[in-house]
């Protein structure tokens, strides 16, 4: 037998046959040479004239002899057959296929209807005729091929077009989504870090002061050591929590130890953003706003200060995510967020501003799951949280605190248009960003781009307006308060506090602006690259805001006791750096004094430092003029022409505002 193509596909008419056939053989479109009989020549006698309208074949190209042309065979394709020849053997065409293509018969030919073909060539019974493939076919009088087997089926198309999805990704949650989501997380906390690690100054004032707080605390914790002052009638925070953990990693790793623990709650503050972020939109939204949030100067410089602030956002950030979590969950287990939102509190007193954005979450969250029943998820929470705190409050000498550095804290004179103004450029364009994604989400609440999303559910307008108006509206509690008091001192690290409820929204915002399936991406990245570069110059300027005191220190070191009476600027400093020789007992500030002189007679402010400077009452006084310059002016002119005081140093310093000098004078007689 043999081989040839199983399937026959008809193709178009070569143009250049009839020269192949001139020269010696004929192909078909498939370069097909099909086989001729031993001898056989197809050319047609020398003597027999060509019909009309055709060319003669070369001279020469007879008949063979013993070769005789039956006439029922068809002639061959490209060649005229003469008067009296029938056509050319092996190329029968059958009834219903008519004669070979490109070729005119000549009158009186017809087709003949019997197909001779030398034995030896199978023609499939189920496939039609085709000379340029199947030159010879079996005779009708030759038995034909036995059928297939009963057990083969026949054969079927070689390809197979699959079912089309109606959407070309799957909006359900997947392994590959998490771990991708989970990388570009990955990525914005190093970020986060880098910018935070790349801050170095010495002991700020607050850092020192929480710092040696958290030792003495220690101290009286561990070994019943008196304290030297009550720092729970001042401090804006309970000394029994953050003072004692970061004293904790004071004596492990000094103070770069403390400040990593804030960059630990730093960086799980980002990483909980995100998560309750993804449960309340989707994992795009989480990634953005927690994107915005790790650059911004807040959280930039907080990752790398050792103060209360770090850890009281990171609470609230913590019962924001139980409160999200929780949503399907029976109502009594938001109680889980109550403990959490307390020790915020307690943390920090200011914390108490954003605990009622936790408490309405809880019912926007709740609703959507539970309908009314969400209510009483949102007062059972409530119910909690005020419990605690009452009890803690209370039950602990901690009100004075609370009062003086919280709820009646001292005015300043510090202007609206000036605290709205440092709040702008601290805050304002990831709250701007927060405020659009809040409007586009209230137009549109779809948040998958995929056409199968349409047919899901989605929050009413209603409940999305008030989403939106909560999270955006807590970034405004901070700079609202700051202007109520009239002052900026905090008002940078606030103003965080309020960014990590926008930040939702701020994600939400950057996704429509980059559009469906990332159309604008530029956008996106032209925002990201501001809020970057306003937060590093924000923070590297923040950083240096007060003067390096490594020299201070190392001057004024061998000059200190256990048993002198000193006067400082900034005293916390030299008792944090110095705690092994003296103690927050022997150190006089610049804000407030006390005094009595040896003639008995009481003297109070400014009035207190003239006194007890011409009495010779401090050993030692170091002035900055930078934390109180009034009073570093009144104490400076005392010791001027003082017989009791000579200057022992002069120290120049670089700050974000310019230079300075730290000086200091020490008590001769």
Same mark, same amino acid.
């Given at each position: 037998?043999?081989?040839?193509?199983?399937?026959?596909?008809? !193709?178009?008419?070569?143009?250049?046959?009839?020269?192949?056939?001139?020269?010696?053989?004929?192909?078909?479109?498939?370069?097909?040479?099909?086989?001729?009989?031993?001898?056989?020549?197809?050319?047609?006698?020398?003597?027999?004239?060509?019909? $009309?309208?055709?060319?003669?074949?070369?001279?020469?190209?007879?008949?063979?002899?013993?070769?005789?042309?039956? $006439?029922?065979?068809?002639?061959?394709?490209?060649?005229?057959?003469?008067?009296?020849?029938? #056509? @050319? =053997?092996?190329?029968?065409?059958?009834?219903?296929? %008519?004669?070979?293509?490109?070729?005119?018969? =000549? $009158?009186?030919?017809?087709?003949? $209807?019997?197909?001779?073909?030398? !034995?030896?060539?199978?023609?499939?019974?189920?496939?039609?005729?085709?000379?340029?493939?199947?030159?010879?076919?079996?005779?009708?009088?030759?038995?034909?091929?036995?059928?297939? &087997?009963? +057990?083969?089926?026949?054969?079927?198309?070689?390809?197979?077009?699959?079912?089309? =999805?109606?959407?070309?990704?799957?909006?359900?949650?997947?392994?590959?989504?998490?771990?991708?989501?989970?990388?570009?997380?990955?990525?914005?906390? &190093?970020?986060?870090?880098?910018?935070?690690?790349?801050?170095?100054?010495?002991?700020?004032?607050?850092?020192?002061?929480?710092?040696?707080?958290?030792?003495?605390?220690?101290?009286?914790?561990?070994?019943?050591?008196?304290?030297?002052?009550?720092?729970?009638?001042?401090?804006?925070?309970?000394?029994?929590?953050?003072?004692?953990?970061?004293?904790? @990693?004071?004596?492990?790793?000094?103070?770069?130890?403390?400040?990593?623990?804030?960059?630990?709650?730093?960086?799980?503050?980002?990483?909980?953003?995100?998560?309750?972020?993804?449960?309340?939109?989707?994992?795009?939204?989480?990634?953005?706003?927690?994107?915005?949030?790790?650059?911004?100067?807040?959280?930039?410089?907080?990752?790398?200060?050792?103060?209360?602030?770090?850890? &009281?956002?990171?609470?609230?950030?913590?019962?924001?995510?139980?409160?999200?979590?929780?949503?399907?969950?029976?109502?009594?287990?938001?109680?889980?967020?109550?403990?959490?939102?307390?020790?915020?509190? %307690?943390?920090?007193?200011?914390?108490?501003?954003?605990?009622?954005?936790?408490?309405?979450?809880?019912?926007?969250?709740?609703?959507?799951?539970?309908?009314?029943?969400?209510?009483?998820?949102?007062?059972?929470?409530?119910?909690?949280?005020?419990?605690?705190?009452?009890?803690?409050?209370?039950?602990?000498?901690?009100?004075?605190?609370?009062?003086?550095?919280?709820?009646?804290?001292?005015?300043?004179?510090?202007?609206?248009?000036?605290?709205?103004?440092?709040?702008?450029?601290?805050?304002?364009?990831?709250?701007?960003? &927060?405020?659009?994604?809040?409007?586009?989400?209230?137009?549109?609440?779809?948040?998958?781009? +995929?056409?199968?999303?349409?047919?899901?559910?989605?929050?009413?307008?209603?409940?999305?307006?008030?989403?939106?108006?909560?999270?955006? %509206?807590?970034?405004?509690?901070?700079?609202?308060?700051?202007?109520?008091?009239?002052?900026?001192?905090?008002?940078?690290?606030?103003?965080?506090?309020?960014?990590?409820?926008?930040?939702?929204?701020?994600?939400?915002?950057?996704?429509?602006?980059?559009?469906?399936?990332?159309?604008?991406?530029?956008?996106?990245?032209?925002?990201?690259?501001?809020?970057?570069?306003?937060?590093?110059?924000?923070?590297?300027?923040?950083?240096?805001?007060?003067?390096?005191?490594?020299?201070?220190?190392?001057?004024?070191?061998? #000059?200190?006791?256990?048993?002198?009476?000193?006067?400082?600027?900034?005293?916390?400093?030299?008792?944090?750096?110095?705690?092994?020789?003296?103690?927050?007992?022997?150190?006089?500030?610049?804000?407030?004094?006390?005094?009595?002189?040896?003639?008995?007679?009481?003297?109070?402010?400014?009035?207190?430092?003239?006194?007890?400077?011409?009495?010779?009452?401090?050993?030692?006084?170091?002035?900055? %003029?930078?934390?109180?310059?009034?009073?570093?002016?009144?104490?400076?002119?005392?010791?001027?022409?003082?017989? #009791?005081?000579?200057?022992?140093?002069?120290?120049?310093?670089?700050?974000?505002?310019?230079?300075? #000098?730290?000086?200091?004078?020490?008590?001769?007689?």
């Amino acid at each position: 037998m043999s081989s040839r193509p199983e399937y026959y596909t008809p !193709q178009p008419f070569d143009p250049y046959a009839e020269e192949e056939q001139q020269q010696g053989g004929w192909f078909n479109s498939d370069g097909y040479i099909p086989r001729q009989p031993h001898g056989y020549d197809p050319r047609p006698p020398e003597h027999d004239r060509q019909p $009309q309208g055709h060319d003669r074949q070369p001279p020469g190209h007879g008949q063979p002899q013993g070769h005789d042309i039956p $006439q029922d065979y068809a002639h061959a394709p490209g060649y005229d057959v003469p008067q009296g020849y029938g #056509h @050319a =053997p092996g190329l029968d065409v059958p009834q219903e296929y %008519g004669h070979a293509p490109g070729l005119d018969v =000549p $009158q009186g030919y017809e087709h003949p $209807q019997v197909h001779g073909v030398p !034995q030896g060539y199978d023609v499939p019974q189920d496939y039609g005729y085709d000379p340029r493939t199947y030159p010879y076919q079996q005779a009708d009088d030759q038995p034909a091929p036995a059928p297939p &087997a009963e +057990s083969e089926e026949p054969a079927g198309p070689g390809y197979h077009v699959p079912e089309t =999805p109606e959407v070309g990704w799957d909006m359900a949650a997947s392994r590959r989504r998490a771990w991708v989501s989970r990388a570009v997380l990955l990525c914005v906390l &190093a970020v986060q870090a880098v910018l935070s690690l790349r801050l170095s100054n010495t002991a700020f004032q607050d850092e020192a002061l929480y710092l040696a707080a958290g030792h003495a605390e220690l101290q009286h914790l561990l070994h019943g050591t008196p304290l030297p002052l009550d720092y729970g009638a001042y401090f804006s925070g309970s000394p029994q929590l953050y003072p004692v953990l970061a004293a904790v @990693a004071d004596d492990a790793l000094g103070l770069t130890g403390a400040r990593l623990l804030s960059l630990a709650f730093m960086l799980g503050t980002t990483g909980l953003l995100y998560s309750f972020s993804r449960r309340l939109f989707n994992e795009r939204a989480a990634l953005a706003g927690a994107a915005l949030f790790a650059v911004v100067q807040s959280t930039v410089v907080m990752g790398y200060f050792a103060t209360y602030d770090a850890a &009281a956002v990171f609470l609230l950030a913590l019962a924001t995510w139980i409160v999200v979590r929780t949503d399907r969950a029976p109502v009594p287990a938001v109680l889980l967020a109550a403990p959490v939102a307390a020790l915020a509190v %307690g943390v920090k007193y200011a914390a108490a501003l954003y605990v009622p954005t936790i408490i309405v979450l809880a019912l926007l969250t709740g609703r959507p799951h539970k309908g009314r029943t969400a209510f009483w998820r949102m007062l059972l929470l409530a119910l909690g949280v005020g419990v605690l705190l009452a009890a803690g409050m209370y039950g602990t000498d901690l009100m004075d605190g609370v009062r003086k550095t919280t709820t009646n804290r001292d005015h300043g004179s510090d202007g609206t248009a000036f605290l709205l103004r440092r709040s702008a450029e601290w805050g304002g364009l990831m709250f701007l960003t &927060a405020v659009g994604g809040a409007v586009s989400y209230v137009r549109r609440s779809r948040m998958n781009e +995929s056409p199968a999303a349409l047919r899901l559910g989605s929050p009413g307008r209603r409940r999305r307006a008030l989403l939106g108006l909560v999270l955006c %509206g807590t970034a405004l509690l901070a700079p609202a308060y700051q202007v109520h008091l009239g002052t900026v001192v905090s008002l940078f690290k606030h103003v965080g506090f309020g960014l990590l409820f926008a930040a939702p929204m701020a994600g939400v915002g950057v996704t429509r602006l980059i559009g469906a399936h990332f159309r604008y991406p530029q956008l996106g990245i032209m925002l990201w690259t501001a809020t970057l570069c306003l937060g590093i110059s924000q923070a590297d300027w923040r950083y240096g805001v007060w003067p390096d005191s490594s020299k201070m220190i190392q001057v004024i070191g061998s #000059h200190v006791d256990g048993k002198g009476h000193y006067l400082a600027s900034t005293p916390e400093v030299p008792v944090y750096y110095l705690r092994d020789k003296t103690s927050h007992r022997q150190w006089q500030g610049v804000f407030a004094l006390e005094y009595t002189d040896k003639k008995g007679t009481y003297h109070q402010g400014d009035a207190a430092y003239r006194a007890a400077l011409r009495d010779g009452e401090f050993d030692l006084v170091v002035l900055d %003029g930078l934390t109180n310059p009034r009073v570093d002016d009144i104490v400076a002119h005392a010791v001027k022409g003082n017989r #009791h005081y000579r200057l022992l140093a002069d120290l120049p310093f670089r700050n974000s505002s310019g230079t300075g #000098h730290y000086r200091v004078w020490i008590k001769t007689a």
